[in-house]
């Protein structure tokens, strides 16, 4: 299982950004899939979650209503579009899938500041 973020980087205040995670090893359709963030000197939370027809979501109070998670099964990936980003959203971002055990990417990270 291998779980890959991207699109991570520098906004402002009030810009967007869209993470994307390209998911291989298992059979991706069948897996609900997460995003999580950790922040300096925090702990690592929930973000959203996506089941896996991509029909059902749950977003954390904090982002809801600017945060939106997808998924496209065709090509194995999870994205976070992300709008109205406020500098408490800076942290690592983390996607994550339990196949069988517990799986996460390598992390990208965003930082909001102006």
């Known amino acids: 299982v291998q779980l890959v973020e991207s699109g991570g980087g520098l906004v402002q205040p009030g810009g967007s950004l869209r993470l994307s995670c390209a998911a291989s090893?298992?059979?991706?359709?069948?897996?609900?899939m997460t995003w999580h963030r950790q922040a300096p000197g925090k702990e690592r939370e929930l973000v959203a979650t996506?089941?896996?027809?991509?029909?059902?979501?749950y977003y954390a109070d904090s982002v809801k209503g600017r945060f939106t998670i997808s998924r496209d099964n065709a090509k194995n990936t999870v994205y976070l579009q992300m709008n109205s980003l406020k500098p408490e959203d800076t942290a690592v971002y983390y996607c994550?899938?339990?196949?069988?055990?517990?799986?996460w990417g390598q992390g990208t990270q965003v930082t909001v500041s102006s």
């Open positions: 090893g298992f059979t991706f359709s069948r897996y609900v």
């Open positions: 996506i089941n896996s027809a991509g029909d059902s979501t």
């Open positions: 994550y899938a339990r196949v069988g055990t517990s799986y």
